[in-house]
């Protein structure tokens, strides 16, 4: 079954203590990123990638990183935890448009089942 | 940056009637879609649409990308329809695959 796989699915760390959310699709897709998700900001996106060791920041990056060593994972690390990062957070793929401009053709994006992270 | 509006933000219906969202956004985009965001959480997609006419069995979806605008209908709706429904497009500048999501319509369809 073609999917986006996202563990765990709930998370209760402590400040400061670093923690890795994995990301898995099995659906060949070049394009990952990840999302949160909070109460009255709606969906704002942390990180993406757009192929193998092609990483960029979305809007909200700080206190995140990310690595895209094999195509099919996209893991979110926390180094160093904090209460605002309080959250649910969402792993999305989808293949890579083609094209520029009105020409450009895009994909479906595919999202995991997301995680709640709860950080005292 | 484009601007995404949805409305109504939120809607209450009893099962067995119709709706319809609406998406609008500020500039010009190159990819449109659709997502229903379940009680449970899960994103699920619904629509890629960045232009013409799409339907899938009770919903199909509308996107008239030079008066810049979406529609989503949902017909005889089922109590698991229920949810939040956001629309997310691809500003046409963009060219990094990046969606901006508006802030959703929020659907409760009672027995």
């Known amino acids: 079954e073609a999917q986006v796989t996202q563990n765990p699915r709930y998370l209760i760390t402590v400040t400061g203590k670093k923690l890795t959310v994995t990301c898995s699709q099995n659906?060949?897709?070049?394009?990952m990123s990840w999302y949160r998700q909070d109460p009255g900001l709606g969906l704002r996106q942390i990180y993406y990638?757009?192929?193998?060791?092609?990483?960029d920041k979305g809007d909200v990056p700080e206190g995140y990183k990310v690595s895209r060593k094999e195509k099919r994972n996209f893991p979110l690390i926390l180094e160093s935890p904090s209460p605002n990062q309080t959250s649910l957070y969402f792993c999305?793929?989808?293949?890579?448009?083609?094209?520029?401009?009105?020409?450009?053709?895009?994909?479906?994006?595919?999202f995991g089942n997301g995680t709640r992270l709860t950080v005292t | 940056g484009i601007q995404v509006e949805q409305s109504p933000p939120d809607l209450i219906l009893q099962e067995g009637a119709n709706s319809t969202l609406r998406c609008n956004f500020s500039?010009?985009?190159?990819?449109l879609q659709w997502f229903h965001q379940n009680p449970w959480g899960q994103l699920i997609n619904l629509f890629y649409?960045?232009?013409g006419t799409k339907q899938n069995g009770r919903l199909s979806a509308t996107t008239v990308a030079t008066e810049r605008y979406s529609l989503l209908y949902i017909s005889s709706s089922q109590t698991t329809d229920s949810g939040v429904y956001f629309c997310?497009?691809?500003?046409?500048?963009?060219?990094?695959?990046?969606?901006?999501f508006g802030t959703g319509t929020r659907l409760q369809v009672f027995p």
């Open positions: 999305a793929s989808s293949l890579r448009s083609v094209g520029m401009g009105m020409a450009r053709r895009g994909s479906p994006l595919h």
């Open positions: 659906m060949n897709h070049e394009y």
């Open positions: 990638s757009m192929n193998v060791e092609v990483t």
């Open positions: 500039d010009s985009v190159n990819n």
């Open positions: 649409i960045p232009s």
């Open positions: 997310a497009v691809e500003p046409l500048t963009y060219n990094t695959d990046k969606l901006i």
